[in-house]
């Protein structure tokens, strides 16, 4: 399964616009916001893409609580399932205990990839280029054997995206 995953969008809607369009067309099949979403707009283009979703509230998206009910738009950490896969979503790195296969933050706008035991921790850095000027975000493929993690990133300046693929063997299938 191809899992689309962006972070700490904050008011950056045409960046987070083309994150999902590049995800959804690399063959997304679902996509995970680990929070900071700020602008509605952009809950919005979640929304109505072609895929389903879910998105974690940030620090900086308390004024989204009021459009709770309209939006896939949970509290952290949040478990859930996924490709006969356990993940835990959250925007603060603060639950960071090995309890799920897949623990997907935000917050420190840094991209990681990393496999610690049988657990993949995944932050897919900054889609607002922010603390650096770099757009940055991740697809997850998930396969019996190993995950395969795809780090997208584009200079202010650049035309077009470039890409980093990063594999990690599943120690639960050796």
């Known amino acids: 399964m191809k899992i689309g995953i962006i972070s700490d969008t904050h008011k950056k809607v045409k960046k987070a616009k083309k994150a ?31 895929v389903d979703y879910i998105a974690v509230y940030g620090n ?18 949040h478990y859930f399932q996924l490709d006969n896969l356990k993940f835990k979503l959250m925007h603060l790195p603060y639950f960071m205990a090995p309890d799920a ?11 990681v990839s990393e496999l610690s035991g049988d657990t993949l921790y995944i932050n897919s850095g900054e889609v607002c280029a922010r603390k650096k000027p770099v757009s940055e975000f991740a697809m997850l493929e998930t396969f019996d054997e ?23 063997k599943r120690e639960a299938n050796e």
Not at 101 to 111: L, M, N, P
């Open 146 to 168: 190993k995950y395969v993690v795809t780090h997208y990133e584009k200079d202010e300046d650049a035309l077009e995206y470039t890409t980093t693929t990063i594999e990690h």
């Open 101 to 111: 296969d897949v623990v997907v933050y935000g917050h420190t706008h840094k991209f």
């Open 20 to 50: 999902i369009a590049r995800l959804l067309e690399d063959g997304a099949e679902f996509i995970i916001h680990s929070g900071d979403i700020v602008e509605v707009e952009i809950l919005k283009v979640l929304k109505y893409c072609s």
């Open 60 to 77: 900086n998206d308390s004024h989204l609580f009021e459009h709770h009910e309209f939006f896939n738009l949970v509290q952290e950490p």
